[in-house]
């Protein structure tokens, strides 16, 4: 199962520690950091856990993933407030009238 959280602790100086879905995990380097980017405070990643929960692999998303991401949501929120506008328009007018014209 792999879930997005972020680094909250730098595990260079230390345990280090993630959040992920409002839960704290610790978590150490050593087998489990696969990104060339290293952990920093705020830096979001994604994590792969076993079915056990323990966390197999945390990679770092690219600031390039997370713009997208946001386009996307953005687009979508967008979408929804036509919609949204668009029915109540049909509400007011009706849709066989707004279908002639």
Known sequence: ???????????????????IEGRQ??????GVWKSEVPPKPGLAV?????????IL????VSES???EEQAERS???????????LRKIAAKC???NLLRH
């Open 46 to 54: 994604d994590v792969k856990f076993d079915n056990a929960g323990q």
């Open 1 to 19: 199962m792999k879930k997005r959280g972020k680094v909250l602790r730098d595990p260079r100086t230390g345990p280090g520690l993630l959040m």
């Open 75 to 85: 687009v979508d929120t967008v979408k929804a407030a036509g919609v949204k506008i």
């Open 57 to 60: 692999v945390i990679t770092a």
């Open 94 to 96: 009706g849709m066989p």
């Open 25 to 30: 995990y610790w978590f150490r380097l050593e």
């Open 65 to 67: 993933q997370l713009a």
